[in-house]
């Protein structure tokens, strides 16, 4: 197969054989191909063990984090209040690659109002309305499509927006990244552009001197299934290029070609590195020698869409569907920074689908369609902020805006509540994990440092605790590494301070 000078990055499927063999679609300036790849999840049936009734499994209307809007409540001037954001992501899949890949989408309906752009815009522009998101990232706009009808379009609904720069105008690669932000809300305060993605940094409006920058990475990284080393290049790129400016809090969504729980892009995110990970994607090994030279990055990233939820309910995680039957889970994402110094909590989540029957009909007949205008569900949340320091992400990269403690002026109860106080701060990744650490540091009352002499099964209990130590600490993020190795400081210390007074 020749060489490619572009790969479309949305992943399309088709099942051209009696075995299903999937097959993804790439585009080359004027012609198409096809490339296989060994089969993954994406195929279901009707037997499928999602649920006894016909493969369809849903906590729609059963879980309270789902929400109809992305409506957040309005900022205010109370220093002590929460802070909330909403955003909302979606690839809308470009018009000319729909037009000149139709082979793709000979299952759809030829009555489905999907085949111009005149048609699929109403169905596009009312996706998005309803949504209400404070912030709108947008992947596969054509340039046109921007300056002519979003942007005029999202200007009426009171948001103000950005395109990626315009390199690639005139090219057949004429489409980019938009976003959108309420500028009662928001004020653009500056923009970084990439090839794969585009980071706008959006400042809070208000009269009081505690408002923050909230850079928003809106991203559509490379499609081909085999490129998950490129995938992480692009990401270690965006992250290294936030150090430029001032920032206090991030958000990193779009298009990520790849499954939430399977891939190395969403290991890297989530534990700051590859190193030392076996991970398969798309069904194939990636290679860690190449990933181990890839730079680590220090955010506390989580996704806003849970593995937990992906594994427990994945019909409920669809954000691709590329013809009947044939879906993939997770491959647009929601990702956030959160640790002790700004904790995040998800308030709401947007299902991608409205009811249970219009899951059905998605699945089953494939998309677009009648009432969906992309290949692409959205995906959107809420996330609110307990507002805590105003500290620069950037230090995070130097080493700084962790506080300083001098444990040996601290007295035992000092040292106490301030291990407890960045414990209920901390996000953990799971209830589990937190379990674990709370068991692993004894919360205050380790036997290493009993006066008396140690049982057989006091023994046994410390030299389990420090496997648990070494088995956890050696399986999260580095940002989040820190924060337990911080707590574990200050425990250690009053454990000492314990010990001077028992002596």
Known sequence: MKQLSFIRSSLCYLSTTSKHTQMSRVVSNQQTELI????????????????????????????????NSLESLSPTNDIDCQRQVSIFSWNILAQHLFDST?????????????????D????????????????????????????????????????AGLMQNDKRRGSDHGY???????????????EIHRSRAMITFLEEKGESLDQKVLAVTNCHLQGSPSKSTTRVK?????????????????????????????????????????????ILEWGRPVDNEVLHHIKEHSYCMHSAYSVDLLEKYPMDYI??????????????????????????????????????????????????????????????????????????????????????????KMSQAELVEESNRLLKKVVFDSPKQKE????????????????AEPTKDHIKLVRKRRAMKKELLGSISSGLKQDLEEIVKLMTAAQSKKQEKIS
Not at 104 to 110: F, G, L, R
Not at 135 to 155: A, G, R, W, Y
Not at 437 to 444: E, P
Request: proline fraction near 4%.
């Open 36 to 67: 296989a790849y060994p089969e993954t999840v994406l195929r279901m049936s009707s037997s499928s063990n999602e649920s006894s009734t016909g493969g369809f499994s849903s906590t729609i209307g059963r879980t309270s984090n789902w929400v």
């Open 102 to 118: 139709q082979k793709c989408y000979e299952y759809v309906d030829p009555e489905a109002p999907v085949f111009s752009w005149k």
């Open 120 to 159: 699929r815009f109403p169905l596009i522009s009312k996706e998005i309305a309803r949504s209400k998101a404070d912030i709108i990232c947008l992947q596969e706009v054509e340039f046109d499509v921007f300056d002519n009808d979003l942007l005029p379009f999202m200007t009426k609904d009171g948001y």
């Open 176 to 190: 980019g990244l938009a976003t959108f932000w309420k500028t009662d809300k928001f004020r653009l305060s500056d």
């Open 234 to 278: 692009q990401l270690q790129n965006i992250l290294s290029d936030l150090r430029k400016q001032c920032h206090h809090n991030l958000l990193v969504c779009g298009d990520m070609n790849c499954m939430l729980n399977h891939s190395a892009s969403s290991t890297y995110l989530q534990f700051g590195t590859c190193k030392d990970r076996e």
């Open 319 to 408: 954000t691709f569907v590329s013809a009947p039957n044939c879906v993939t889970h997770a491959l647009d994402q929601i990702w956030y920074h959160a640790d002790p110094i700004d904790s995040v909590e998800v308030i709401g989540l947007k299902h991608p689908f409205r009811s249970p029957q219009h899951q059905r009909d998605v699945v089953e007949n494939g998309l677009p369609s009648k009432y969906n205008a992309s290949d692409h569900l959205p995906i959107g949340c809420i996330l609110q902020w307990k507002r805590g320091d105003k500290v620069d992400m950037r230090s995070r990269h130097r080493g700084y805006g962790r506080r300083k403690y001098n444990t040996k």
């Open 436 to 451: 674990e650490f709370v068991f692993i540091i004894g919360h205050g009352d380790d036997i290493e440092h009993d006066k």
